[in-house]
């Protein structure tokens, strides 16, 4: 049986820890990838892209995505940037290897 003591100090070692996931530098990243595709979902009728996109086939899609942000509203080029920054950044959060702490002894 635990003590009132031990289960205040584990419920606080479990809220320390959950908010320290909640704001660690991956969660900012994530929290700001699908914010920002969430945003481009709201701004562009993505439907209506990939519809041009199947147009143009495989050969004339380097051409389309130059053309399509070239011509895209700032609020757009601004969204995508973000997706595109937050995203390989998460991405490369992910891929990396779990890196053990380190106590000193």
């Known amino acids: ?43 562009v009728w993505v439907h209506r892209v990939f519809e041009n996109w199947s147009q143009v086939g495989v050969q004339g899609t380097a051409q389309f995505v130059w053309t399509a942000v070239a011509h895209a509203h700032l609020p757009v080029q601004l969204a995508l940037l973000v997706a595109i920054f937050a995203g390989v950044s998460l991405a490369r959060d992910l891929m990396r290897p779990a890196q053990l702490p380190r106590f000193a002894l």
Do not use: P
């Not at 929290?31 to 701004?43: E, I, N």
């Open 1 to 43: 049986m635990t003590s009132k003591i031990e289960q205040q100090v584990m419920a606080s070692v479990g809220v320390v820890y959950t908010a320290r996931r909640l704001v660690s530098a991956s969660a900012f990243k994530l929290y700001a990838t699908v914010a920002s595709a969430v945003a481009l979902w709201q701004l």
